[in-house]
């Protein structure tokens, strides 16, 4: 918006000229130092976003933060660089996931009073909330169709369920019927299965299941705690995380739960895997370094690298699916 001019006093020409010259000479230095050391936020994301490859041509992941004071969405190049702030409001954003063809992304928020199933664009445009229900609706994740999402839910007794919608938020179904949790479900790459974690056999485990709810299978048998599952792009593995060996780490296996192999490896807790689009690598989560960061790991367990070095928490990895 162009600001008012203020009133100026009267001066003769010269005078006039002279202080002209001086003022704007003292207008340019002060605009040039502004802009080298104290960006205004709308500059800084300006040009912060004009270096974000988009998810098409370019590798994006998009995370939930606490850096501002709250838990918001922000999305960055896979290499770390250049992190923007998609959201912004009062209350918590977290858990974002991008749609297959990577124009919007789903997170959970509480900002009207109880958690429910956001979608905004992919530059945090259009934010709208697409469950409005008492209980706590989190964990979206979309098929890879972009024409539905499952979600877990408390709507309906006090156990967590596995539930399916339309991205619209219209025909929301409950697709298992538990008296414990059912929590994280997550689409295989063909739309037919959907994987999720259970604490149905006395400890959390991970299964699978149609995309209808039924044939029910469980992968893991271990009683240490094995949870939020993630497929891969090909829909052959699926990592997820597990304390099987003392403290939280990332695992890998198989579609039908053969051939499990540990993927990460420290004294840290490491949590919440995503695949890169190829497959090739996975983004985690990792409080190493003191707080929760996020670094990626090729699937080989080498190169492992940090994104973020931030004194607040970086969490909730998404890689956006259609990039390199």
Known sequence: MRRARLPRP??????LSVAI??????????????WKENESGTDKERARSSHLRSPVDGALIVFSSDRDGDSEIYVMNSDGTNAIRLTNS?????????????????FESDRDGDWDIYIMNSDGSKQQVITDVAGRDAEADWAWDTRSIAFESDRDDSAFEIYRMETSGAGQKRLTNNSVGDFAPAWSPDGTRIAFESDRDGNSEIYVMNADG??????????ARDSAPTWSP???QIAFESDRDLNSEIFVMNADGTDLARLTSSAAHESAASWSPLGTKVAFVSDRDDNAEIYVINIDGTGETRLTMNRAADVDPGWSRNSA
Do not use: F, Q, Y
């Not at 009267?10 to 005078?15: E, G, N, Y």
């Open 214 to 223: 039924t044939n029910e299978i469980r992968l893991t048998k271990h009683p």
């Open 234 to 236: 090909d829909g052959t």
């Open 10 to 15: 009267h001066l003769s020409r010269v005078a």
């Open 21 to 34: 010259l001086v003022i704007g000479l003292i207008v340019l230095v002060g605009s040039m130092s502004v």
């Open 90 to 106: 009062e209350a918590d954003d977290g858990v974002p996931t991008w749609s297959p063809d990577g124009s919007r992304i789903a």
